[in-house]
């Protein structure tokens, strides 16, 4: 076998391993929920510019897209983080994203104290502990272990974790090994239990999920002068 055709199947079977690592982590933690109202949690990531950097912008729209429409008028949209990086909280900026861009109406929440995705689940428990149905938005492997964090400091709460639309086949396709490499080392602190989908999904890998060599996917006014 020529060189070229070693490195362009090994370029596939990475993208392929990619995918399934991050589907995998997506179906973690959650369960099918019940009830109407809705908690969509997105977590911030490290912004030192004045707007939404490129991955809090994709976490946005993660997040709208996981806003049920017959639950719309049910659901409330909380953006977490703090200053992290920049002198203007991640949650801020997100939601100005969602708001003056994407022309999201809905209602939104800010947490803009927290620094760690630890804190992140700490401050954000008193502005969803009501709701029915819990969705946590990330990059897949970020969001399981805000899922896990949920899981350490609220059991209860742990049983109303559901799916948010985060992770779509052939959506950053090409950084996914990345991402499941470094979702990895970021995951180290879990128990395998923690990381690994509910049995019913599993065996749904087998028909569901379908990844074969082809492949060979109410808003607080935020302050201008955030910086000076």
Same mark, same amino acid.
């Given at each position: 076998?020529?060189?070229?055709?070693?490195?362009?199947?090994?370029?596939?079977?990475?993208? !392929?391993?990619?995918?399934?690592?991050?589907?995998?982590?997506?179906?973690?933690?959650?369960? +099918?929920?019940?009830?109407?109202? $809705?908690?969509? !949690?997105?977590?911030?990531?490290?912004?030192? $510019?004045?707007? @939404?950097?490129?991955?809090?912008?994709?976490?946005?729209?993660?997040?709208?897209?996981?806003?049920?429409? +017959?639950? @719309?008028?049910?659901?409330?949209?909380?953006?977490?983080?703090?200053?992290?990086?920049?002198?203007?909280? $991640?949650?801020?900026?997100?939601?100005?994203?969602?708001?003056?861009?994407?022309?999201?109406?809905?209602?939104?929440?800010?947490?803009?104290?927290?620094?760690?995705?630890?804190? %992140?689940?700490? %401050?954000?428990?008193?502005?969803?502990?009501? @709701?029915?149905?819990?969705?946590?938005?990330?990059?897949?492997?970020?969001?399981?272990?805000?899922?896990?964090?949920?899981?350490?400091?609220?059991?209860?709460?742990?049983?109303?974790?559901?799916?948010? +639309? +985060?992770?779509?086949?052939?959506?950053?396709?090409?950084?996914?090994?990345?991402?499941?490499?470094?979702?990895?080392?970021?995951?180290?602190?879990?128990?395998?239990?923690?990381?690994?989908?509910?049995?019913?999904?599993?065996?749904?890998?087998?028909?569901?999920?379908?990844?074969?060599?082809?492949?060979?996917?109410?808003?607080?006014?935020?302050?201008?002068? $955030?910086?000076?």
């Amino acid at each position: 076998m020529k060189n070229w055709a070693r490195v362009a199947i090994a370029g596939a079977a990475a993208l !392929v391993w990619g995918e399934w690592v991050n589907w995998r982590w997506s179906r973690a933690l959650v369960g +099918d929920g019940g009830g109407t109202s $809705e908690a969509v !949690v997105v977590l911030g990531y490290r912004n030192p $510019e004045p707007t @939404a950097n490129f991955i809090n912008r994709w976490r946005v729209r993660a997040a709208l897209r996981s806003v049920v429409t +017959d639950r @719309a008028s049910d659901t409330r949209v909380i953006f977490c983080g703090g200053p992290v990086g920049g002198c203007a909280p $991640e949650a801020r900026l997100m939601a100005r994203y969602a708001t003056s861009v994407l022309g999201f109406e809905g209602t939104m929440l800010l947490e803009e104290e927290s620094t760690t995705t630890w804190e %992140n689940i700490t %401050n954000v428990i008193p502005l969803l502990e009501d @709701a029915d149905r819990i969705k946590i938005v990330s990059q897949p492997a970020h969001a399981l272990k805000a899922r896990a964090y949920v899981r350490r400091q609220r059991p209860d709460l742990a049983q109303r974790l559901v799916r948010a +639309d +985060d992770y779509r086949a052939g959506e950053w396709t090409f950084g996914k090994p990345l991402l499941a490499l470094y979702g990895f080392w970021s995951l180290r602190g879990l128990r395998a239990t923690e990381r690994k989908p509910p049995p019913v999904m599993e065996s749904a890998r087998q028909g569901g999920f379908v990844m074969s060599a082809r492949i060979l996917q109410r808003i607080r006014p935020a302050s201008s002068d $955030e910086c000076s």
